[in-house]
């Protein structure tokens, strides 16, 4: 196998743990106003509505919109659904939006990624917006080389653009890269499209509960327990 | 003045000495193949042919292409000229193209960006494209934050699009962002846009004997030396 000129990244579970960084911003609103809510809750409750907003754009149904509008109008839909709507104001609800930029990275991805840039161009290939990739990395030190994904593809994944737009914007053919997710789903999209896949078990992503992803289901190129484990390929 | 949340840089001449970097890559080539050629005229010649072909593309009379086309083609005209074309094969035009991705930071920028990305977005807002500028910036070492300008735009500077559409990607106001060019007609551009203006002369950009941008010849908001100065506004 050749060596890999590019790897990249889904960022939403793969590089950071979003649930833990929702939680987290929303705990401190909640404490401030005496809500009595349990914040993961609440994470998972923003985050189910993130394919469905998705998938519209998908679909045709509407054109593109960076996933910070996204976003922002499922907050209002969650907080509609908690009856906690009149409890934010338009500035905490933007503030509260923003929650998206402050996700901690999983403890391995920093060092890894630093490893891996020696060699080998390193890039978010995320649903998220580059203002939302670029603040998140900034946030949590990820040393990205540059931002692709949805944007730059003007659509969202597991849709093939949003793939081969990234591939194209780097200069290099699909075989040449290296797809990395925590999502078997995602993985199968990028294979299509002709990349190289490694899967990362993020067993903790969804909370101690979680069923999905805790396993490869394909037959992908590199498995791999932490990001540091592809510097050397 | 309120503190910037962003700066955007021009590059080619502002941050990296392109012609010195395209010289030393073709003089390589002229060595090796015994042809007696001036290095640094050479360069000049194939700069020459940038802004015409891009003018192509922002008058509508072509759609967008990336500058490295743009490059790849105007050698060809250049070695034409030169009546150089026999010289090179394919592989080899290919990789003297690349020089474009190999051309070193005046000596003030790694620091001086390092230094400024501690408290703002520092991005490219260049012509060049995603895969050049990252290219650039691993050879280099520069620290951007992620990557703007023409490709992200699909036009080139110094339509108002390539600022505008820059500015947006970030989620932020004109007046938020500074723009910083060596070249006075891409601040009055940027200026047009509503952005912050930083001219930084580059009195070498042309050699010895250049005669344009010496001076700053409009009402920039900062003037300066070195682009360190930019950390404490």
Known sequence: MIKPKAFMFDVFGTIVDWREGVATVAKRFFNQKNIKQNPY??????RAKYQPAMQRIRSGNRGFVALDTLHRENLNLVLAELDLSDEFNEQEKQSL????????????CVAGLTAIKQNAIIA?????????????????????????GAEIAQTYKPNPDAYLKSVAALGLS??????????????V?????????????????HGEDQTIDLEPTGDWDYIIKTINELSTL
């Open 41 to 46: 809750a609440f994470a998972d409750s923003w």
């Open 97 to 108: 939006n923003r929650a998206w930029e402050q996700l901690p990275p999983w403890t391995d």
């Open 124 to 148: 978010p290939c995320s649903n998220g917006s580059i203002a939302l990739m670029t603040r998140l990395a900034r946030f949590g030190n990820l040393p990205w080389d540059c931002i692709l």
């Open 174 to 187: 699909p075989h040449e890269i290296v797809m990395v997710a925590a999502h078997n789903d995602d993985l």
């Open 189 to 205: 999209a990028a294979s299509n499209c002709g990349l190289k896949t490694a899967f990362i078990p993020r067993q903790k992503e």
